[in-house]
């Protein structure tokens, strides 16, 4: 019996360690494989249905107090968007800009600056977390977007709300590299959903989306779009960019970034 | 020892008889398997995970310019190839090879933080590693939660895994270590339980280090830390709890280690026989038989 023992024990030390490579490589295969990435992705339905179950709906996210307040609030993707367009709206520091709220809507309006600082106004401190791991604080300002669609009276069609970026964060040939990002009517009506035009009590910088950018705060960085130009009510997402609903959703990114 | 023992004796040896017993139940296999593969696609994608910012920090907040209580990272500065460093606090060491700077495939020197054999897919790809994730973290869950049920049902956990009284007294614990330092393990009718120190490692893992993986791993998620916000304070903030889910991940990685050792030295054939079909040989002396 002891004779046997070595061979035996170099046998499964072998096939274990065999079988641990073939994994590896055959775990970097599925990860090429389009199918096997959609049957992996399906667990995103899953998990934003359970949040919505368990209250996601309604729940507030935190609130901090100004001692919170990040430093630094590192800017991220995006720092200057290009282009003439956006440079002669900086040069008027955003005097000509407009917001233009329109898609399935009875009636499409734009928006000045000014006009969007008349509006009810809501300050929140809050903690941003991006997808790669980091969290930072800051105090944000701007209209609740509930304010904006009530103006503009959504259409029982719609149902997800659709945001155009001013930047350009990939150069492709079919624009597909334009920042989008939508979320559904949940979170637009969510009273923590803002367009932002402040963060730490100033204007917006160029970095952090200058003139307006999206908060939606129980989802991570890469939903706050940031450079805001148009808010497009739509019925479904597919006719959008690459069709995901969003510039990294188009890139294999959840959609539902509550996670 | 079986000189002493013909020493001893000069009568015929009495041949220690082998006895199958009932070790494991199917539920038990069949979630130890399945939490082997949840635990191995959930280390490796987490690892592609942390490497999107290999550091960790303290409180609700953390990002590049605050103090990180651990870093991997590349110093290019030099004229030579980039040197890989691991930071704890303020003790910094040199990885090059391993964390920081490591080889891929193409045997080529690339900066990341955990090299491209640890994590999954083994390039750099944030949302495949994501998704990987997220999926066996469901599986994971579920399956913990079969294991859960089923051992209170069972009174697996009374039975098997919670040491008595007696186990627990300073002495038989040392004892136990002083056993385990020496490589010497219940043999015969003793072998037929688990020993003190195996019953509280399983019962730490089972109850204390996988359920906190989950409970840290729900904090990072934005939508979670609304609905629970409790949770996010008993971890002391979300980036706390992404450093305690790195640190209880390590202490898996460690048991793991340990665990394989033991069954190595135990008898691989005799365990993975256990955890695959139940049965389990013990070696009895049958003396009046």
Same mark, same amino acid.
């Given at each position: /019996?002891?004779?046997?023992?070595? &061979?035996?024990?170099?046998?499964?030390?072998?096939?274990?360690?065999?079988?641990?490579?073939?994994?590896?490589?055959?775990?970097?295969?599925?990860?090429?494989?389009?199918?096997?990435?959609?049957?992996?992705?399906?667990?995103?339905?899953?998990?934003?249905?359970?949040?919505?179950?368990?209250?996601?709906?309604?729940?507030?996210?935190?609130?901090?107090?100004?001692?919170?307040?990040?430093?630094?609030?590192?800017?991220?993707?995006?720092? /200057?968007?290009?282009?003439?367009?956006?440079?002669?709206?900086?040069?008027?520091?955003?005097?000509?800009?407009?917001?233009?709220?329109?898609?399935? %809507?009875? =009636?499409?309006?734009?928006?000045?600056?000014?006009?969007?600082?008349?509006?009810?106004?809501?300050?929140?401190?809050?903690?941003?977390?991006?997808?790669?791991?980091?969290?930072?604080?800051?105090?944000?300002?701007? %209209?609740?977007?509930?304010? @904006?669609?009530?103006?503009?009276?959504?259409?029982?069609?719609?149902?997800?709300?659709?945001?155009?970026?001013?930047?350009?964060?990939?150069?492709?040939?079919?624009?597909?590299?334009?920042?989008?990002?939508?979320?559904?009517?949940?979170?637009?009506?969510?009273?923590?959903?803002?367009?932002?035009?402040?963060?730490?009590?100033?204007?917006?910088?160029?970095?952090?989306?200058?003139?307006?950018?999206?908060?939606?705060?129980?989802?991570?960085?890469? =939903?706050?779009? =940031?450079?805001? /130009?148009?808010?497009?009510?739509?019925?479904?997402?597919?006719?959008?960019?690459?069709? =995901?609903?969003?510039?990294?959703?188009?890139?294999?990114?959840?959609?539902?970034?509550?996670? | 020892?079986?000189?002493?023992?013909?020493?001893?004796?000069?009568?015929?040896?009495?041949?220690?008889?082998?006895?199958?017993?009932?070790?494991?139940?199917?539920?038990?296999?069949?979630?130890?398997?399945?939490?082997?593969?949840?635990?191995?696609?959930?280390?490796?994608?987490?690892?592609?995970? *942390?490497?999107?910012?290999?550091?960790?920090?303290?409180?609700?907040?953390?990002?590049?310019?605050?103090?990180?209580?651990?870093?991997?990272?590349?110093?290019?500065?030099?004229?030579?190839?980039? $040197?890989?460093?691991?930071?704890?606090?303020?003790?910094? !060491?040199?990885?090059?090879?391993?964390?920081?700077?490591?080889?891929?495939?193409?045997?080529?020197?690339? +900066?990341?933080?955990?090299?491209?054999? $640890?994590?999954?897919?083994?390039?750099?790809?944030?949302?495949?590693?994501?998704?990987?994730?997220?999926? *066996? $973290?469901?599986?994971?869950?579920?399956? +913990?939660?079969?294991?859960?049920?089923?051992?209170?049902?069972?009174?697996?956990?009374?039975?098997?895994?919670?040491?008595?009284?007696?186990?627990?007294?300073?002495?038989?614990? +040392?004892?136990?270590?002083?056993?385990?330092?020496?490589?010497?393990?219940?043999?015969?009718?003793?072998?037929?339980?688990?020993?003190?120190?195996?019953?509280?490692?399983?019962?730490?893992?089972?109850?204390?280090?996988?359920?906190?993986?989950?409970?840290?791993?729900?904090? /990072?998620? &934005?939508?979670?830390?609304?609905?629970? &916000?409790? +949770?996010?304070?008993?971890?002391?903030?979300?980036?706390?709890?992404?450093?305690?889910?790195?640190?209880?991940?390590?202490?898996?990685?460690? !048991? @793991?280690? @340990?665990?394989?050792?033991?069954?190595?030295?135990?008898?691989?054939?005799?365990?993975?026989?256990?955890?695959?079909?139940?049965?389990?040989?013990?070696?009895?002396?049958?003396?009046?038989?």
């Amino acid at each position: /019996m002891r004779n046997f023992r070595l &061979p035996r024990r170099r046998f499964l030390a072998l096939s274990a360690a065999g079988l641990g490579g073939s994994l590896l490589s055959g775990c970097d295969r599925l990860s090429e494989a389009p199918d096997f990435q959609e049957f992996l992705a399906s667990a995103e339905g899953l998990t934003y249905r359970a949040q919505r179950l368990l209250g996601g709906g309604h729940a507030l996210a935190r609130e901090f107090t100004a001692g919170d307040v990040s430093p630094i609030f590192k800017v991220n993707g995006t720092a /200057m968007p290009e282009g003439e367009d956006y440079a002669a709206l900086l040069e008027g520091n955003f005097g000509d800009w407009r917001l233009r709220v329109d898609g399935l %809507v009875a =009636k499409p309006l734009e928006f000045s600056l000014t006009d969007l600082r008349n509006l009810p106004q809501r300050t929140q401190i809050t903690r941003h977390d991006c997808v790669e791991g980091w969290s930072a604080i800051g105090k944000w300002q701007g %209209v609740p977007l509930a304010v @904006v669609l009530a103006r503009a009276a959504i259409l029982p069609a719609a149902r997800f709300v659709v945001f155009h970026c001013a930047d350009v964060l990939e150069q492709t040939l079919d624009g597909t590299g334009q920042y989008y990002e939508s979320i559904d009517l949940i979170d637009a009506f969510h009273p923590q959903t803002i367009l932002a035009h402040s963060l730490n009590d100033a204007p917006l910088t160029v970095g952090h989306g200058a003139p307006l950018r999206l908060r939606v705060e129980r989802q991570l960085g890469y =939903k706050q779009a =940031k450079y805001v /130009m148009r808010v497009e009510l739509a019925d479904r997402l597919d006719g959008f960019g690459r069709g =995901k609903g969003g510039f990294w959703e188009d890139r294999g990114y959840e959609w539902y970034a509550g996670i | 020892m079986s000189e002493i023992q013909s020493a001893i004796s000069s009568t015929p040896l009495p041949r220690p008889r082998r006895l199958f017993i009932h070790r494991h139940t199917r539920i038990t296999r069949l979630t130890h398997w399945i939490n082997l593969l949840c635990v191995t696609v959930l280390l490796m994608s987490g690892l592609q995970i *942390f490497n999107a910012h290999p550091a960790l920090y303290w409180g609700q907040s953390g990002a590049n310019t605050d103090r990180a209580l651990f870093e991997i990272g590349a110093d290019d500065s030099s004229d030579g190839p980039p $040197a890989g460093f691991a930071r704890f606090g303020s003790s910094t !060491f040199n990885t090059t090879g391993i964390l920081g700077v490591s080889r891929d495939t193409e045997d080529d020197l690339v +900066l990341r933080g955990f090299p491209g054999w $640890a994590t999954l897919p083994s390039w750099r790809d944030l949302a495949i590693g994501r998704r990987w994730h997220f999926f *066996f $973290a469901w599986v994971f869950f579920a399956n +913990l939660l079969v294991y859960l049920l089923a051992g209170i049902a069972t009174r697996h956990f009374w039975r098997d895994l919670l040491p008595r009284r007696e186990q627990l007294r300073l002495g038989a614990l +040392l004892h136990d270590v002083a056993d385990h330092l020496r490589l010497k393990f219940p043999r015969g009718e003793a072998a037929r339980h688990y020993n003190p120190l195996q019953k509280l490692t399983y019962l730490g893992v089972v109850f204390v280090l996988l359920p906190v993986m989950i409970l840290t791993g729900l904090t /990072m998620s &934005p939508g979670m830390d609304a609905i629970l &916000p409790w +949770l996010v304070d008993l971890f002391g903030g979300r980036q706390s709890a992404r450093t305690i889910h790195f640190v209880a991940a390590s202490l898996i990685v460690l !048991f @793991v280690f @340990v665990h394989v050792t033991m069954v190595l030295l135990v008898g691989p054939v005799n365990a993975l026989r256990a955890m695959i079909t139940g049965r389990f040989a013990i070696y009895v002396e049958d003396d009046h038989a």
